[in-house]
């Protein structure tokens, strides 16, 4: 997940936020499976390892560490989407938030 800023008229240099989370969405025995101790898990404590959560994020922030751990696993990419949605900052003036979100979706026979 990401965000910016542009100024009026997109006059001004956008100014940019990066989130730095990455979220995981799955069973909860895979992600430790596949994440082990770097998987954070304070925002869904003492989940069932049968069941689903989207609320575990990782302990570090490269992307690039979280696709090796999956294909390490045997997990291969079979879609990934990206949105930005658009908001005012203040009601009053022409300054626009931008937030962009990307999705990846990993598969293991």
Known sequence: RGSYTLG???????????VARIMVCGKTALAKEVFGDTLNES???DRPPERYTSRYYLKFTFLEQAFDKLADAGFH??????TGTCAFAHDQTDDRIWTSYTEYVFYRE
């Open 8 to 18: 009026r008229d997109s006059q001004t240099d956008a100014k940019f936020r990066r």
């Open 77 to 82: 990419m079979v879609a990934c989407n990206s």
């Open 43 to 45: 925002r869904d404590p």
